[in-house]
């Protein structure tokens, strides 16, 4: 079945710990996002890719970086710059064209935790 | 900055009456919007898309779109216990490509 999976489901970190937040679709979509939810908020967006190598910017970017190197994949990396890290994690693709070019499909989440 | 706002709630409706959600944006050159639903600890899943001014009906939503007045909403008949979930509204910034900028989403309470 085509899908996004994310990984790890749960995830707890130390203060000045990087993690990396796993991104995998096989949907052969172009484009790729992560957005961030805290709790009683809406979505709020990290990093976007529309294209292999190729990425920009969202709304609330300090702290966090990502790589596009394949298609399929578009990892986040929660760095120790990141002053308040704990939230839950959506891994989102679209197709970049056509009729379903603004239709995300999500990822199941993953939740940090900043111990 | 774009902004898509909406009312927090909860917003609560007996069962079987009319939910309506509203949503206001900000960016006049918007020319999609959608409404997901997301049930608590579970991630967003896609209602209705809406890209013309007037009305979309599938099923027991119906989805207005008013670009004149920038507004966007979702209504949904005959509210079941079980479409008790946060409602998000969402616009596709011409600024971000294809990304979707939500609102904070509202929360809906259908008591049976």
């Known amino acids: 079945d085509g899908g996004i999976t994310q990984s790890p489901k749960y995830l707890f970190r130390k203060e000045g710990q990087n993690v990396t937040l796993s991104c995998e679709q096989n949907l052969n979509h172009d484009a790729m996002y992560w957005y961030r939810q805290d709790p009683g908020q809406g979505l709020r967006l990290i990093y976007y890719?529309?294209?292999?190598?190729?990425?920009q910017k969202g709304d609330i970017a300090e702290g966090y970086s990502v790589s596009r190197e394949k298609k399929e994949s578009f990892p986040l990396t929660v760095t120790s710059a990141q002053k308040n890290p704990t939230a839950f994690y959506l891994c989102?693709?679209?197709?970049?064209?056509?009729?379903?070019?603004?239709?995300?499909?999500f990822g199941a989440g993953s939740r940090l935790t900043v111990l | 900055q774009k902004e898509v706002e909406q009312n927090s709630g909860p917003l609560s409706v007996p069962e079987g009456a009319i939910a309506s959600l509203n949503c206001t944006y900000s960016?006049?050159?918007?020319?999609?919007f959608f409404w997901y639903r997301q049930y608590s600890g579970k991630s967003p899943e896609l209602i209705m898309s809406i890209y013309s001014n007037g009305d979309k009906e599938d099923g027991r939503f119906t989805a207005q779109l008013n670009k004149a007045s920038q507004y966007v909403s979702l209504l949904i008949r005959d509210s079941q216990p079980s479409d008790s979930a946060t409602y998000l509204c969402a616009v596709v910034s011409g600024q971000a490509g294809t990304a979707l900028i939500f609102g904070k989403g509202t929360t809906l309470s259908v008591s049976s």
């Open positions: 960016d006049r050159g918007s020319q999609s």
């Open positions: 890719s529309q294209i292999v190598n190729d990425f």
């Open positions: 989102a693709s679209s197709p970049r064209q056509g009729a379903g070019a603004n239709v995300l499909t």
